[in-house]
């Protein structure tokens, strides 16, 4: 019966080498890393860390990553929960349709509408801002919200909407008031995806950015070719960008089991 | 669930409506604009019919790259949905390691994806990383920047490794949701382990599983970043997947006609598997 629990262990082993790797190397100095093979930081440093917290062009990276993922979060959740709603409780003209178009959002390769992205933001003269970002990422967060948030609103019975109608609540006041908190636990599920996709993803996030909302990641692919091989400092940089998400997990850590089981998702 | 009839509902829908074709409309037209045009630059452009198109289907070129992401897509599911599959069965149910399990196991899937890529980059090397080193110590020459092959399993493996979590976590998720009731029923019937996966946790894990299939396969389907900071599409051009190809293209080279009309065909492929996975599932799940 215990020899089963080897996979698992085994898996998260697998998992945490990598992860391993690369904070044994930021804590090194870039004579040891390029020095030769050590399983261990013979000669622990933190100057890395130190740099990126005291130089702006690599701090506001994380800032400027933090702050369009918020955005994108809010709007993707706030837009998806009404209209996940009408998919849930009503058919309307051409709701199925609407639904696969909304889904096939989500198929569409980034690296086929970075170009015509650019070209959009710089038209509307949102280029180089925290929004153009946090727009651009609902292409294929909204319809997975959508798509989260209709599932777990299906599995709520109709008769709670019935019953808050017939008690006189208006619709909005129903919506806010009862409905939101009950299916809180799915709103979890989606915010973390949302926060998921749109932290993860950087094509599109690197072409809609030039200097003043460039995020983190991109911050690094520039110290890779300019610095040379600061392997340390990438290593580094490379570890913060898994911390917010480390925080995420462990916060939602009980919905997405719970969630996930609610939901159809 | 009956739903009621009701027009009113698509007020409710408008703004995800508005702001998805914002976002996809305009920069599809612009897409399907220029796979239909040519241009000698200057914003000056001509018709140019269905020429790209017949172009980029009949190239070698986006043939090879179409067949190594085939092969990709397929390697990787094939791997990791079975993988997936037998971690998330292993999983304990109840208990402070759950917790501790699925925090662990979600920390690859919230890594930027080109960190992704440095990390293994690193890791993979053969001489101060990690897994190259270990390699060619067991007495096999491996250096994933010189031969495809070892670029091909590296590439692999990494994505293994970042997205296996997906598939656990949405597994275990459906193997959660079984009420106890369904085993003991299985258990006074004396069912065998093989049985009662069969024949109980498998039918329920259906459209879990029918989702991480879609996820996967869309997203192996769309891979770059990774790819690109890992191998860059090399040795030569053995990792060149249909994205890596196309940028290569629009944005290395601006050929923007044969680039777009590319888009097309490959967005196209993509809609259509999904659609026709999508379709057989659901006829498979109404009977």
């Keep these: 019966m215990r ?109 086929v509408f970075a170009l015509p992205f650019l070209q959009l933001y710089s038209a509307v003269g949102l280029f180089d801002t925290h929004l153009a970002v946090a727009l ?60 998921m996709f749109s932290w993860v993803e950087l094509l599109l996030a690197k072409t809609l950015t030039a200097v003043a909302a460039k995020p983190i990641a991109a911050a690094m692919t520039k110290t890779a070719s300019t610095s040379g091989y600061e392997l340390g400092l990438l290593a580094a940089a490379g570890v913060l960008t898994i911390v917010p998400g480390a925080f995420v997990i462990y916060f939602v850590r009980n919905y997405i089991a719970k969630g996930f089981a609610l939901g159809r998702v | 669930m009956n739903k009621t009839f009701d027009n009113r509902a698509w007020w409710l829908v408008v703004p995800v409506f508005l702001m998805v074709a914002f976002n996809a409309l305009i920069p599809l037209m612009t897409v399907v604009n220029f796979s239909v045009q040519e241009s000698f630059g200057d914003n ?11 172009q980029v289907l009949n190239s070698e070129r986006f043939h090879a790259a179409l067949l190594r992401q085939i092969i990709f897509t397929a390697l990787v599911l094939l791997i990791e949905v079975p993988l997936g599959l037998a971690i998330a069965l292993a999983m304990p149910r109840k208990g402070p390691w759950v ?78 949701s079984i009420p106890d009731a369904y085993y003991q029923a299985a258990k006074v019937d004396g069912a065998r382990p093989w049985a009662v996966f069969r024949y109980i946790q498998l039918p329920k894990l259906k459209h879990v599983l029918t989702i ?59 809609l259509l598997a999904s659609w026709l996975f999508y379709t057989l599932m659901m006829r498979n799940e109404a009977r």
């Excluded at chain 1, 990598?18 to 190397?25: A, C, F, R, T």
């Excluded at chain 1, 062009?57 to 994108?72: D, E, H, K, P, Q």
């Excluded at chain 2, 000056?44 to 017949?54: A, L, Y």
């Design chain 1, 3 to 111: 020899k089963r629990y080897l996979i698992p262990l085994i898996y998260i082993i697998f998992l945490m080498l990598p992860i391993y790797w690369l904070v044994n190397m930021s804590f090194k100095t870039t004579n040891e890393i390029l020095g030769g093979f050590t399983l261990y930081p013979h000669q622990l440093t933190l100057s890395n860390y130190v740099t990126i917290f005291t130089d702006p062009s690599w701090y506001m990276g994380y800032v400027n990553s933090i702050t369009y993922v918020v955005m994108n979060t809010v709007l993707s959740v706030l837009v998806a929960l009404p209209a996940a709603y009408a998919f849930s409780r009503y058919r309307f003209l051409g709701d199925k349709h609407l639904f696969f178009w909304l889904l096939s959002n989500r198929m569409a390769p980034a690296a």
């Design chain 1, 136 to 195: 651009a990422h609902t292409l294929f967060n909204i319809p997975l919200a959508v798509w989260i948030l209709e599932g777990f609103m299906s599995g709520v019975p109709k008769e709670l909407d019935e019953t808050a109608y017939v008690d006189g609540y208006p619709f909005w006041k129903f919506f806010i008031r009862i409905f939101i908190p009950t299916i809180a636990a799915g709103i979890g599920v989606a915010a973390f995806f949302c926060f």
């Design chain 2, 44 to 54: 000056v452009f001509f018709w140019s019919g269905v020429r790209w198109f017949e």
């Design chain 2, 99 to 176: 917790s501790v399990c699925l925090v662990l196991m979600a920390l690859p899937l919230l890594i930027p994806w080109n960190v992704v890529g440095a990390m293994w980059n690193i890791f993979a090397l053969p001489d101060i990383g990690f897994l190259g080193k270990l390699i060619n110590s067991l007495g096999i020459h491996y250096n994933y920047t010189r031969q495809p092959l070892g670029a091909w399993f590296t590439t692999v493996l990494m994505d293994v490794w970042h997205w296996t979590s997906l598939v656990v976590l949405l597994c275990y998720a459906g193997l959660v």
């Design chain 2, 212 to 270: 991480a299939i879609l996820l996967r396969f869309m997203d192996s389907f769309m891979i770059y970043t990774e790819v690109v900071v890992l191998t860059g599409g090399g040795p030569g051009n053995s990792t060149t997947f249909l994205s890596i190809d196309l940028v290569k293209m629009a944005l290395g080279q601006f050929d923007l006609g044969p680039a777009a009309a590319m888009s097309i065909v490959y967005f196209l492929i993509i």
